[in-house]
């Protein structure tokens, strides 16, 4: 049996955060590959050292002095090496970075040293072998990850190790350039590792344990999820709950490995299991609320829309052709919604409503913005009554005025359309008719 796990990096930014790591390592055997992000923020003030890299390596392409920036980096990673009292010096590393910034080795190469440099120290402090991502996670040459390539090469380079540490956040082209996954992006490393060494489960630990119901922003001290689906778990960090990057579910999903995200500073709490399928009922009716401010609808009119075959497909190629994706697509009989976000939408509106007029011919097309969408998610809901009844008059008596509803067929999860300034309320409305007034 064995166990991938992978520390964030706020679990990883001092020499304190390392020794709670190694203890927790320590406490199970079978926890024999880790993933290490880089050093993150100390307190509230603190920089990640990610962010340092970029804004060293920011110089370097400037062409300006960058030592000193440099020397701060070597100075967070000397402070962790010397409160593990290990024996161990990064000079020569840095030498090397030194040189490679100079020679504008890339932005990608620079971010991915703050993972590689901790990888070099974790491995040292556990004595498990260092394997470096760049030997063994593989991009393809137009950038996207190379899953199977990189399966194969982890497959044939981890059979013999017993324990090993594998830096997170970054793998290399073809010809050996660096290059990074998006920011987060260690957490899809833990999961490529769990893959390929058919771990029976992927342990993520970070700051919090594990998701929950609510954002804390909004509703004071929100319980815990015990058991989520992956399924619903996309549909909820689609809608901004944060705490894995979203691309890290699916190499384990593919393989039915089960994550489990977990507290570096409370590792005692079992966190969140995210799972392919479950008997489990979740607590609560619902799994979990996600939401997003700054949706704008677009509503096009047209009579007899209905039987007019194509026309979805028209509305919709107006706003691929402006290179605008769109959410949710509600229709009525003679009307059909586009929602879009707004940020994106905003610049390019007069060319989608003239590219609509030129493509679908509608009777009329009216703007609204400033909607926020509401993801009430859970697999409880499926050939459950009164979910939506529920919602609906939750929303009623908190005076919120629903714009929009939308509910696959699959029941996972409803979604809501309301007004930004409605957002806050309905959260705390469902929140409360789902968690706290239990019926
Ligand atoms: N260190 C990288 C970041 O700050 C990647 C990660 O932590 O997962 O985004």
Redesign the pocket.
Known sequence: MKKVVKF??SSLASAEQFRKVGEIIHADKERTFVVP??P?KRDADDT????MLYACYDLAEQGEDFKNNLQAIKDRYQEIIDGLSLKLSLDDEFKVIGKNFKEKAGSDYA?SR??FLNGIIMANYLGYEFVDAAEVIRFADDGEFDAEVTNEKLRARLKDVKAAVIP??YGAYADGRVK??S?????ITGSIVARAVKANVYENWTDVSGFLVADPRIIYKPEGIETITYKELRELAYMGASVL?EDAIFPVRREGIPINIRNTNKPDDNGTWIVESTCQKSKYVITGIAGKKGFCAVNIDKDMMNSEIGFGRKVLQAFEENGISFEHVPSGIDTMTVFVHQDEFMHKEQQVVSAIHRLADPDHIDIEGDFALIAVVGRGMKSTRGTAGRIFSALAHANVNVKMIDQGSSELNIIIGVANSDFETAIKAIYDIFVRIQI
């Open positions: 964030g990096g992000s880089a993150g990640k050292v990610t962010d971010a703050g993972e997170g956040f990074t996954f920011r987060g992006g260690s957490d990057h």
